[in-house]
T-cell receptor, first 110, second 115 residues
């Protein structure tokens, strides 16, 4: 089975940096993805880590430690529009489906 | 074109109705998915089609019946639903890949209410 745990809520100030953690237990592992979902909207892909280390894409970075079964999403220079839910997700080995984490609701305040 | 479209955006149906949700993509993706999402919860996988064949059915009740008429279209037929089936139904598509790097592109969803 799959289990991905995230903090349920995080609040941060505009312009600050915030880290959203994800710990996972999976029967197979093909890398960790991150998706953003605004209220009423569709999940959109943010980043993917297959190997240990940091991946940077603009203001967003994602980190993976396979030995610790742990990853995080780092959001820098927070903007109000970053208020959304963030999901980590893993893909079953040999399958084509994503299993999503519990989700973190990020609220950015002025 | 990186868009997945879904119709209708909103649907209200009674427990005896039959309705269908539709999904379309023109990105050449050969994997398509149906997810169900309840409020404040993550998307839950329902079905996966790979090369127009059903490859995964996550023990979904038979009142949900998927169909993939061609590589661009995905339908979800609904019959005799229960109020607890009210949710956001998301369609997604991706390349078929063994490497795990296949980004899934999601449609905006159909907000379903069962009365």
């Amino acid at each position: 089975g799959q289990s991905l745990e995230q903090p349920s809520e995080v609040t941060a100030v505009e312009g600050a940096i915030v880290q959203i953690n994800c710990t996972y237990q999976t029967s197979g592992f093909y890398g960790l993805s991150w998706y953003q979902q605004h209220d009423g909207g569709a999940p959109t892909f943010l980043s993917y880590n297959a190997l240990d280390g940091l991946e940077e894409t603009g203001r967003f970075s994602s980190f993976l430690s396979r030995s610790d079964s742990y990853g995080y999403l780092l959001l820098q220079e927070l903007q109000m529009k970053d208020s959304a839910s963030y999901f980590c997700a893993v893909r079953d080995t040999g399958a084509n489906n994503l299993f999503f984490g519990t989700g973190t609701r990020l609220t950015v305040i002025p | 074109d990186t868009e997945v479209t879904q119709t209708p955006k909103h649907l209200v149906m009674g427990m005896t109705n039959k309705k269908s949700l539709k999904c379309e993509q023109h990105m050449g993706h050969r994997a398509m998915y149906w997810y169900k999402q309840k409020a404040k919860k993550p998307p839950e996988l329902m079905f996966v089609y790979s090369y127009e064949k059903l490859s995964i059915n996550e023990s979904v009740p038979s009142r949900f019946s998927p169909e993939c008429p061609n590589s661009s279209l995905l339908n979800l037929h609904l019959h005799a639903l229960q109020p607890e089936d009210s949710a956001l139904y998301l369609c997604a598509s991706s390349q078929v890949s063994l490497s795990g790097t296949d980004t899934q592109y999601f449609g905006p969803g159909t907000r379903l209410t069962v009365l």
